[in-house]
Nanobody
Framework: QVQLVESGGGLVQPGGSLRLSCAASGVTVSRWSMGWFRHLPGQEREGVAAINHFGDTAYVDSVKGRFTISRDNAKNTLFLQMNSLKPDDTAMYYC????????????????????WGQGTQVTVSS
């Protein structure tokens, strides 16, 4: 049974940093494609960053140079380091996994991913 559990969200001031974690079970993060998405009510879920089993990464333009996706294979955990946070980064952040997709020409769309976590809220506000 696949389970993805996000943590690390919270309230942070503009310019601050947060590190999101996604603890995976039933998934081998080193062998699957993994992604981070964010969602605001009334808007479509936006792909933020993704990584495939080769270690290739992709980012949406708005976070390039500020966010970094990584994984700890020993802990089977996915991370999203978020620096220089802006109010526009406020959203619910979700971890996602797929066993097959590997094209990191851009962040894959949400329908690509088969499994999802419950999300962690990130609020950037002074």
């Amino acid at each position: 049974q696949v389970q993805l559990v996000e943590s690390g969200g919270g309230l942070v001031q503009p310019g601050g940093s947060l590190r999101l974690s996604c603890a995976a079970s039933g998934v081998t993060v080193s062998r699957w494609s993994m992604g981070w998405f964010r969602h605001l009510p009334g808007q479509e879920r936006e792909g933020v960053a993704a990584i495939n089993h080769f270690g290739d990464t992709a980012y949406v333009d708005s976070v390039k140079g500020r966010f970094t996706i990584s994984r700890d294979n020993a802990k089977n955990t996915l991370f999203l380091q978020m620096n220089s946070l802006k109010p526009d980064d406020t959203a619910m952040y979700y971890c996602a996994a797929d066993p097959n997709y590997s094209d990191m020409g851009g962040v894959p769309g949400a329908p690509i991913f088969s499994y999802w976590g419950q999300g962690t809220q990130v609020t950037v506000s002074s």
